[in-house]
């Protein structure tokens, strides 16, 4: 059994092993039936991070009853969200994911397990769609973007999914600029620049309960895109 440095926090439960304990951010814009579901299923020892970005149902009421951490970020953009939750992390590890229940949370050991070891610096799920989780547009989207980026990083990458993870301070180093949709893949970018050891790890993807305020609109999907081709050109 690989046992953690001294000194180090304990915490999320991955069978065998004890292993640090972990932040989990999660955007949040109006996902008051999303964080119902997925808040109960945080595996052992993982803290939910939600921050808010503008919502307007009971998201920070659901996010309070279940002892989350509410961060409110008033600048919209899921990359200000996401940089939002990253400061206010204190776990040595991080992890990324929707706030809309397409994700399961149980999954997140397999993502953050690697990084825990030592074996990734990066690791990103890698989404398994089931029947009607995901729109064939914004599949085929995605199928080019990632395309863009195996090309521009030299990493065999396949998805530039919600779901990763990677030691905080790391993260913090990056530097990252993007406040909009291209958050994650300038997160991918500057991580290869940087060297990162990046890992893919097979999770599953639901439909997500209700609608997407980045994609769920062909103009939300359209700026999803114009902004991640920004990052490429950069």
Same mark, same amino acid.
């Given at each position: ?162 779901? @990763?993870?990677?030691?905080? $301070?790391?993260? #913090? &180093?990056?530097?990252? =600029?993007? +406040?909009?949709?291209?958050?994650? /893949? ?24 209700? @609608?997407?305020?980045?994609? $769920?609109?062909? #103009? &939300?999907?359209?700026? =999803?895109? +114009?902004?991640?081709?920004?990052? /490429?050109?950069?």
């Amino acid at each position: 059994m690989n046992c953690p440095s001294p000194g180090a926090p304990q915490g999320v439960d991955v069978p065998g092993r004890v292993t640090p304990t972990i932040d989990v951010v999660l955007p949040c814009l109006d996902e008051a039936e999303g964080l119902s579901w997925l808040l109960p299923r945080l595996p052992a020892g993982a803290r939910a991070i939600v921050v808010d970005n503008g919502s307007t149902d009971r998201s920070v009421h659901v996010a309070r009853a279940h002892d989350a951490l509410v961060v409110v970020e008033s600048v919209r953009g899921f990359g200000a969200a996401c940089d939002a939750g990253l400061r206010a992390a204190s776990a040595d590890v991080v992890a990324f994911c929707d706030a809309d229940a397409s994700l399961d949370p149980a999954d997140l050991p397999a993502v953050v397990d690697p990084v825990v070891r030592g074996e990734a610096d990066l690791v990103l799920g890698r989404r398994l769609p089931s029947e009607g989780a995901w729109p064939w547009h914004l599949r085929f989207a995605n199928r080019e973007l990632a395309r863009r980026a195996r090309r521009r990083t030299g990493l065999d990458v396949h998805d530039l999914g919600p779901m @990763r993870a990677a030691r905080r $301070g790391a993260l #913090l &180093g990056l530097d990252l =600029a993007d +406040r909009r949709s291209g958050y994650p /893949l300038e997160m991918l970018v500057a991580a290869a620049d940087a060297g990162w050891r990046v890992q893919e790890v097979d999770v599953p993807y639901r439909p997500r309960l209700g @609608r997407s305020k980045v994609t $769920g609109t062909p #103009l &939300g999907a359209w700026r =999803a895109v +114009r902004d991640m081709s920004r990052v /490429l050109a950069s």
